[in-house]
């Protein structure tokens, strides 16, 4: 089984698009969060170092890879969606847009796998077909990233579940699952207001009001009109 993904990231002057090469895959036992949440040595294991506040994991994709020497069989009753596991609560926050509901689809590849004697979807050995997606327009969102640049932030946890398909045309009764888990890293520190040593932070000058324009201004005007007016003409007879 395979994962890719298209990991967006929007801000104002750019919108900046990663393919699944932003994964680096590494041994399970690289890191113990992985062994935490049940992801062993015979699973895949991946890591992302570039996850900041306002980042959007959308378009996300997983192949089921058959690289054994039987066919395999699978039963949608018996998978469970994949999860996005918070690793830093009081820090992060993952959203899922629009909801959580319906977020994940089977695609049309799988679905002509159906077997209908079977009830299940079968895949030929030395085949791989993209089974799961996530919706068109539905995205997880890194809502809120507090936590500092290199912090394990998230885990995303899928898991899939076949059987093999003996030579003698029976089903294995006993179900294989197989993991993939990609760890999301705080990939910016928090943001502080440099402040260079040996310097003092220059205040902020407030800005200057413009003058009043209201209609006891314009009262006080004609008023000294009137007395200059009054006083030129004063000053013309004197003359």
């Known amino acids: 089984m395979k994962v890719t993904s298209i ?109 209908p004697e079977e009830e299940g979807y079968i895949l030929p050995k030395g085949k791989k077909v993209t089974w799961l997606k996530s919706k068109k327009g539905y995205t997880y969102t890194l809502v809120k990233n507090k936590a500092e640049e290199g912090k394990n932030i998230g885990l995303l946890k899928y898991n899939i579940t076949t059987h093999n398909i003996l030579d003698d045309g029976t089903i294995d009764s006993n179900g294989n699952d197989h993991k993939e888990c990609v760890l999301f890293k705080s990939g910016k520190a928090i943001q502080q207001e440099a402040v260079v040593p040996g310097t003092k932070s220059t205040p902020t000058t407030p800005a200057k009001k413009l003058p009043k324009t209201g209609p006891e201004d314009y009262v006080l005007l004609m008023l000294l009109a009137m007395i200059i007016g009054f006083g030129v003409m004063k000053m013309r007879k004197e003359v």
């Open 7 to 115: 990991l967006t990231t929007l801000t104002v002057l750019a919108l900046s698009t990663l393919s699944v090469s932003a994964y680096t895959e590494v041994k399970c036992s690289s890191d113990p969060i992985f062994a935490a949440n049940s992801c062993s040595a015979t699973d895949q294991c991946f890591i992302d170092r570039s996850r900041w506040e306002g980042s959007n994991l959308w378009e996300l994709k997983d192949e089921w890879v058959n690289s054994s020497t039987s066919d395999k069989l699978l039963f949608k009753e018996e998978q469970e969606m994949p999860k996005m596991i918070n690793l830093a609560p009081s820090l992060v926050t993952w959203k899922q847009n629009p909801s959580s509901n319906g977020f994940w689809e089977y695609t049309p590849e799988l679905n002509k796998l159906l077997d």
